[in-house]
């Protein structure tokens, strides 16, 4: 009971942070304030509009594929070594032991 009254503050931690952001980009002031002066998606199309935050989106986009990417083929190697260790373990009749 204790463990998932912490996880559920670390959470709220990690994410009321992102969430207020949100909410403060669909501001139509100039500044975040409270209550919000009206609904607008200037921001939004300030960033899309911008280079180098583009730019900045593409790295990231293209950076989180190729750590898919990778972490499948280390999943997919890792589920096979699990497998062969259930087998037959070469040299553990050695002296080696299973590790």
Do not use: C
């Not at 009321?16 to 607008?40: E, R």
């Not at 509009?49 to 989106?57: G, K, N």
């Not at 497998?83 to 037959?88: C, F, I, S, T």
């Amino acid at each position: 009971m204790i463990l998932r009254a912490v996880v559920g503050l670390v959470y709220a931690f990690l994410l009321l942070p992102m969430v207020i952001v949100v909410l403060a980009a669909f501001n139509a002031g100039n500044y975040f304030t409270f209550p919000p002066q009206g609904f607008s998606l200037k921001w939004f199309a300030n960033f899309f509009q911008r280079r180098e935050f583009m730019q900045a989106l593409w790295l990231s986009t293209e950076l989180a594929a190729w750590t898919a990417v990778a972490s499948r083929k280390r999943a997919r190697n890792h589920s096979s070594t699990i497998g062969w260790k259930r087998g037959a373990e070469p040299g553990a009749d050695e002296g080696m032991g299973s590790v």
